[in-house]
Structure formats: C-alpha cells, structure tokens
C-alpha cells in the first residue's frame, strides 16, 4: 500500500508517494489556481504513470493521502474571501478596525490605514454585555440579535463572525447567536470565537474568528470537492489536511477551522525539516525552502521546531499556533522588473503558473529568475520537468533583452544580476529569522529544498558564512513527503486571568477539560493518543507572553506553583539572557495538545533518475564547461564547479564546493572557508 502527500504552491503542485518498503515516487504538475484539485488529479495521473499504474490503480492501492493547501492563503493575501458580516457586542465593532491602536510601519506618517477585514456596515453591534468573569451584565437581547441577522440575510453575506466580549470565560451568548443565525442562514458558514479562540485579547481573537469565516466558506467548497472528485476516481481512504502548526486534521475538522490551514504548505516543509534532523541531517539546521512563487525559512533547534501564535497573513491577525516561518516573495517565479528608483528588483510579483515564467512559452513575457537561470545554463532546457516541458532560451533571452535595454545590459549581465540580487535578498531573509533574533546562522547548516532551492543554496550559504548546505534526493517535492511525517493533532488553549501566584487547582481543572475535549475529536482514531501541556506567562509588567513546558506531575505537587515559576525564568533568561526570580510571574493561558501517533514512513529513496547529460556551459563571472552529474548516481564526492541534475531539481556548485552524497538520502555540501 502506497501513502501519498500532495501539497499545492503557486507554480507547482507537488506529489510524493511511498510504499511499505519505503520506496519513493514523486511527480509535479502545474498548479491550477482556478481549480486546484485539477492539479492534484492531473500530479496524481503522473504519480500513477511513474508507477506503471492507471489513477483508478493508484488510489485503489492507497492507504492514506495528506494534503497541504494554498487556497486559504491566497484567499488572504489575494483579498478574496468570502463576504463576511461580523456581529458583535453593541458599541465593539470597531475593535478589528483599531488593530490595538497600532499600524504595520509605526514611523511612517503618511502611510494609509490598511482596510478592515469586514466593511463597517458589516460589522454590526447586538445588545448584550459579559463582565470580565464570565457573568452576565446584560442578557442577549433577541430582538437585537433578529435585526442584526436580518441585515445580514439582506446583504448575502456568506460567512458570520460572532465575536462578543468576554465569550472566551462564557460561550453561551455567542453559542445562542450561532445558532439564530444558522437558523436564519442556512447554507452560511457561521464561526464564534469561543469555538476559534477561546483566549484573552479581544482583537487577536476576534481577528482570527473573523479570518476563519473569510476563508471558511472556500475551504470547505474545495476540500468537499476534492474529496468528491477523488472518492469518483476510486479513491476509498482517509483524507488528511495539514495545518499550519504541523499536524493533520480530518477534511471536517480542517472546514471548521480553516484559518488553521494559512500556512498549510509550509508546514509540510518543517515537518520534513524536523524528520530528517531525526534521521542525521543535523540537530541545528535552516529550512530554506525555493519554490516557484516564494521563499520559506523555518529554524530547526536541537532538532525541534518552534510555534508562533502572532501570525499575519495578508491584512488577518491569525494567532492560533503556528510553525514559526518567515515567507519572502522570492521564488523562480518572481519577476524583474526595475523600480521606480531606476534600480533593479526582483519580486515579490510572481508570474506564478500562469502565465508562468517566458521560457515557459505560456503567454509569459517578464523575465523571472527562472529565466535568468536558463540564461545562465544552470538548466537544461530539454529537461525540465524529466523532459515533460521544454524550456525556450530565447523566449527567455528576449524577455531579459528587453529589460537590459533600460538597465543598460546585455541579457547574460541582466541574468547575473537578477541571479545575484535574488540571492542577496534570501540571504536577507535569513538574517532576519536568525541575527535579528540573537541567533547566529554559522552554527547551522542550511537545508534546501523546494524546486529552485539548489541554484541558490551555496550563494545563500556563503553570503551568511555557513559552511554546509544538504539538499535531500527529495528537495523538489520535500513539503509533500513531509507531511506523511506528521500526526493528527488538536491544539486547545484556556485563558485563565489570574494575577498572582499561578493558581496550580484552576490551571489544573483546565488541563482536564481540554485532555477530555481533545480525546473526544480524536475518539474515531484507533492508535495512541498523547498530550503535551504548555503555559503562556509573563512577568506582570510585561505585555507579551512567553511559552513554557508544564511538566503534568506539577499540577498536582504541593509545590507545583514554585516549580512552574522556576521553568518560567529558565526560559526567560534563556530567551532574553535574564530573569527576576524574586518576581512571582503571572499564568496567562494554559495549553494542551492532543496527538495521534501516524503511521511511520520508511526512510528510503527510488526516485527516478533521468539520462547522463556529460558536460555544459554555464556563466560564474565568465563562461565555463562544467560537469553535469545525476543526483541519484553519485557515489563519491563532486568537487565543484558542476552541476547535480535529477528529474525535478538542479543542484549547482560553486568552485571549491565538494558535495558527498549520503546513503540516508541526502547530499551534503562543504563549502570553501
């Protein structure tokens, strides 16, 4: 039986299979942004074919699929949602507009106020009060609620938000508007924020609620497509959707909270990072993650990754926890273009899959870094994509002739530079996820992936003084196999407003309730179910919270308080190099994360390996013949310049490189001091 990850991008949607003796089969298929389940059907076609089966065949021998989505966050990014009414208490519908009295560039005078998420005309007030302790100041008014809804109902909307104050110490008035409103609605997805969010923070949790009825709607009309269209083509297994803070959840449980998918993609990729640390690839390493549209950085600590739960996507706050990815809009994809400074830029524009980039010979007439890296000979035009797209070098040529022409350029030089000016800036990248926060990325090794990953990586690397890049056999589809590395996974939160010592009986209670809450999600899954506890505290002084492990035999020790103060100002001191512990800190959220233990996936390699290609021409400051060696062949070190070719992705190394291929599955590169 075969399990198969699929994770849609923006140029590409990429396909990893592997078999019970862990043999791996990958396939890519351009992305299809108007419908992207014709993508998965068509990668799933190609997988089939690789594999000298038919689709029927292939999914007939198929135990488990999961899936990495982009829909919700280009739905956030584009300004695409869904139509979204908002109701809230009476006199508070301003809150998401305010954003906590803070803008994006805190200097910048003159920069405009981002737009709302939901028009102020849609955001509408409902007569009812919570106190802070959950008790009642003014009961929920029906007839307030009945021409709030009818308002709605006049305006069509097809998603509601219902964010009343204090909703995450008592849920019953939001749970009472839900369900007017799915009486008075029927059809509209209908979201509160005692079910999104149940924490302190008004705007973060009704941002987030409102984020979740924006993308609610178009989640559930493609993953109830997909799951259509796959069950059609004989497809009878479970279907699993990764989420953004690095497990899977069912196709219901992912429509109902959608929001949790922003970063769908992605995660796969840090789940693939996290995996191969397991396996030997290093305990400390930076995911740098190339694909067609943007760049992903993710940091891999003693071998852990780290959550974040101050995520914004697109103008949405979404603070449900997430994988702690730093995105750039740099990809093959992105377009040179120059500026209005009469300077060169490349990005964050992308010519995506379609058109795609010139060289494609699909209506495409910008130059993209894919141009310029066909330009360059760092790829062979006649195989790409193991030969199923031939690449036009001088559609290509063209495209960068004409921007030379306003930079004073011949075309190789307009390469160059966009290849130098793309790496400078995801060298850039990297520093903020590593030197701005204290970190220093010469202790780790940079791990690339994704499809354009191994042109760059070196470059990157040096630039950053690392002195080690591993590109896995799998780099072009690593989300994909990622995420059949992963486990079912509910993440629960309960804000518990306390102001003194930590209150270890009511932080206990807590813990209680969401064990029994998470087990009961999980109750149709047959295999061990496990929970991890973490608190979120603060000194009192402070205005952001830090997280800390909560060992469960503290819940219950007469010193428990004293022990969880103590975990409080070690991570304090390690993340900010002090502490006060003559400060008692203040327990703000306590956390619970509920998992299913997943099959284990083999860690062995088949990847298809395409024709020896002998030697080629490529431009390092001048014009050289280079080796080209196949990535799936090598059996002894490659001192560079060459280039490392498979069916999917091209590794290119600089002079003084040597790279040693790794019988676990990946190439390791040193680079010259």
Request: glycine share 12%.
């Amino acid at each position: 039986m075969l399990t198969i990850g699929i994770d849609v991008g923006g140029t590409f949607t990429d396909l990893a299979g592997i078999d019970e003796a862990g043999r791996t089969s990958i396939a890519k298929a351009a992305s299809t942004p108007h419908d992207p389940s014709d993508g998965v059907l068509e990668g799933l076609s190609l997988l089939a074919q690789g594999l000298g089966l038919d689709l029927p065949g292939l999914l007939a021998a198929t135990s488990r699929i999961v899936h990495g989505t982009t829909v919700a966050t280009n739905a956030l990014l584009e300004g695409k949602g869904a139509r979204v009414g908002m109701l809230t208490t009476e006199g508070h519908r301003d809150i998401i507009e305010m954003r906590e009295g803070l803008k994006p560039e805190r200097y910048n005078l003159r920069l405009p106020p981002s737009p709302a998420l939901v028009p102020r005309g849609l955001r509408i007030g409902v007569r009812e009060r919570l106190r802070a302790d959950g008790s009642v100041e003014i009961a929920l008014d029906p007839a307030s609620l009945d021409a709030a809804l009818d308002l709605l109902a006049a305006d069509g909307v097809q998603g509601v938000a219902i964010c009343f104050l204090h909703a995450w110490r008592n849920p019953a008035h939001e749970q009472l508007a839900a369900a007017a409103a799915r009486a008075r609605l029927p059809g509209v997805f209908v979201t509160t924020s005692s079910d999104v969010l149940p924490q302190i923070k008004e705007y973060e949790r009704f941002s987030t609620t409102v984020a979740n009825a924006l993308v609610g709607p178009i989640v559930q009309t493609y993953l109830g497509r997909l799951e259509t269209r796959l069950a059609a083509a004989g497809y009878a297994g479970p279907l699993f959707i990764m989420l953004s803070h690095g497990g899977v959840a069912t196709v219901a449980e992912a429509g109902l909270l959608a929001a949790g998918t922003a970063l769908s993609g992605p995660a796969g990729g840090v789940a693939a990072l996290t995996a191969l640390a397991r396996q030997g690839a290093g305990a400390y390493l930076v995911g740098f993650d190339m694909g067609g549209t943007s760049t992903d950085i993710a940091l891999i600590r003693a071998g852990a990754a780290f959550l974040s739960s101050a995520r914004g996507v697109g103008e949405a706050r979404i603070a449900l926890p997430s994988l702690d990815i730093t995105t750039l809009g740099a990809g093959g994809g992105s377009i040179a273009h120059l500026g209005a400074d009469g300077m060169l830029h490349v990005g964050p524009r992308s010519a995506g899959a379609a058109p795609g980039p010139a060289c494609y010979g699909t209506d495409g007439s910008e130059p993209t870094v894919t141009d310029a890296n066909l330009a360059l000979g760092y790829l062979d035009p006649a195989n790409f994509l193991g030969g199923r797209r031939h690449l036009d070098v001088g559609a290509a040529q063209a495209a960068l002739h004409r921007l030379g022409t306003t930079l004073g350029l011949n075309p190789v030089e307009t390469a160059a530079g966009i290849h130098r000016l793309v790496n400078a800036r995801m060298a850039d990248g990297i520093r903020v996820a590593t030197v701005r926060r204290g970190i220093d990325p010469r202790r780790f090794a940079l791990l690339g992936f994704g499809g354009a990953a191994g042109l760059h990586a070196t470059a990157v690397a040096a630039a950053l003084g690392m002195r080690r890049v591993v590109v896995p056999v799998q780099a072009a589809v690593l989300s994909a196999w990622g995420m059949l590395n992963t486990d079912l996974r509910v993440e629960l939160v309960r804000s518990l407003s306390q102001s003194g010592a930590p209150d270890i009986a009511q932080a206990a209670d807590a813990v209680q309730a969401m064990q029994a809450e998470g087990n009961a999600r999980l109750r149709w899954f047959d295999g061990e179910l496990r929970s991890a506890i973490t608190a979120d505290m603060r000194y009192g002084e402070q205005v952001s919270d830090i997280q800390v492990a909560v060992d469960p035999a503290w819940l219950t020790a007469p010193d428990g308080a004293e022990r969880l103060a103590a975990a409080f100002h070690d991570r304090h001191a390690a993340l900010y190099t002090y502490a006060l512990p003559d400060r008692m800190p203040v327990l703000v959220n306590i956390r619970v994360t509920v998992t299913g233990g997943m099959p284990p996936v083999p860690a062995t390699s088949n990847l298809p390996t395409p024709a020896p290609v002998g030697r080629r021409n490529v431009y390092l400051g001048d014009w050289q013949e280079v080796a080209v060696h196949r990535l799936d062949a090598l059996d002894r070190p490659i001192t560079g310049p060459a280039l490392i070719e498979s069916e999917t992705t091209t590794i290119l190394l600089r002079t003084g490189d040597v790279a040693r291929p790794d019988p676990r599955g990946w190439l390791g590169i040193d680079l010259p001091d």
